[in-house]
């Protein structure tokens, strides 16, 4: 053989040996980090700090992390179910759940786990049967602790009206029942208006409450973006000295309502360690960790992240085991890097 065709021979060779080993090479997706979705139940500044969390969890545990924002609908939920479920690279999934009893949205979760993808609710649940753990706040037990903070500011009770997206969500339903009871028979909550994560319509629901209830002594936010839409409208209508004003979490807006003293009080969840653990427990699921689940939501599946009652600096009318003040609440805050809670 002469040299020319010696090194066609083997330039072949070389070839081949490469082309094979291609074709040999790992499966796709082989090795690559687990990849897991969060589909909240709405779009507002309170998922900014989910964001936040998953983006830590996601570096600490090796595993990849996307937030789906939802646009506050049953419809929308559905449809973001539906598209997570034709990715086959998803291993596990985070919903904060519209509504519980929407047969699409909860159809499309037990689907999901049929195909072996590990669903867990986060922040607000679901039946138990369409996910594998809860991890979030014990609405109820956080709307009895606003209830009874709430009774201590009107201690002569009085009409209240609550506002909310969507009064069907489990989250909601337990706070206003839990609000009810920590407040007592002299608080009378006489309407709960609806907003489906609206946040014009939920301005307008507070102007109309005004309007139409003059001898209303407390509002209620129960979703995040309800507490500025309660303040800005009570200030437009000068009504701040008549009005106890009382909310669920802490929006930047609601933040600011705080350091003014336009804000008597909010009921702060965590959903930074919430969207955290989320992750951290997918990775135990899909690592067969039993144990490290366990470790997280127990025996029953479920993991309270539990609350704090936000006042102003200068407040003197609530006491509460959970109760701070905002600055030193601004300066947790600030040690994360959250703008919102």
Known sequence: MNSRKHWIVMAWAVFTTLACSTTKGPEPGAGARPRFVFISNSNSPFWDAVRVGLDDAAKEFNVEVELIRNDGSTGGQIRRLEQVAA??????????????????????MKFL?????????VDSDGPIESREAYIGTNNLEAGR????AAAQLLPQGGKAIAFVGTRSA????????????????????????????????????VAAAMQN????????GIWSYNAPAIVDEVKAAGKRAKLKLVSFDAEPNTLLALKEG????TAVQNPYRMA???????????????????SVVGENGIKDTGIRLVVPDDSKSVTSEFLVHFSDFKKDLDAKGLTTS
């Open 87 to 108: 990715q086959s690279e998803v291993k596990g999934v985070m919903v904060s759940v519209v509504e519980p009893s929407a047969s699409g949205i909860i159809d499309q």
């Open 113 to 121: 786990r049929a195909k072996g993808v590990h669903v867990i609710a």
């Open 145 to 148: 602790n606003l209830g009874k």
């Open 170 to 205: 489990q989250n909601a339903q337990e706070r206003v029942n839990g609000f009810k009871e920590g407040a007592g028979d002299k608080i009378q909550v006489i309407d709960v208006m609806e907003d489906s994560s609206d946040v014009n319509k939920a301005r307008r629901n």
């Open 213 to 220: 209830h003059r001898d209303v002594k407390m509002l209620v």
């Open 262 to 265: 336009m804000l008597d009080v």
């Open 276 to 294: 955290y653990l989320g992750v951290k427990v997918l990775k135990a699921m899909v690592d067969g960790d039993q144990a490290g689940v366990t």
